[in-house]
């Protein structure tokens, strides 16, 4: 079975740091793309980045702070958030897609307050 998990958000001052985590299992890793996805509160699911062989930065607002990373070794993949602002709070999602569609984590939420 294939799983998706998410790790890392919480809350943070603006401007500060965080690196979410999402450990994948039940799949070959290193053939597929993976992608993190974020909804505001009230808001649609967004897709800000995507990697397969390079990064992709969907989000132009999140280009030059975050990073989209992966490690086929560990079945990883990873978003270093920096200078984190008022705009960027929301629950984060890890995606992969599949030949049915995009499958989902659950999410971890990232909170940006002062």
């Known amino acids: 079975q294939e799983q998706l998990v998410e790790s890392g958000g919480g809350l943070v001052q603006p401007g500060g740091s965080l690196r979410l985590s999402c450990a994948a299992s039940?799949?070959?890793?290193?053939?597929?793309?993976w992608g993190w996805y974020r909804q505001g509160l009230g808001k649609q699911r967004e897709l800000i980045a995507y990697v397969g062989n390079i990064p992709i930065y969907v989000d132009s607002f999140v280009k030059g702070r975050f990073v989209i990373s992966r490690d086929n070794a560990k079945n990883m993949v990873y978003l270093e958030m920096s200078d984190l602002k008022p705009e960027d709070p929301g629950v984060y999602y890890c995606i992969t897609a599949t030949e049915l569609g995009i499958q989902w984590g659950q999410g971890t939420q990232v909170t940006v307050s002062s």
């Open positions: 039940g799949m070959i890793f290193s053939r597929r793309t």
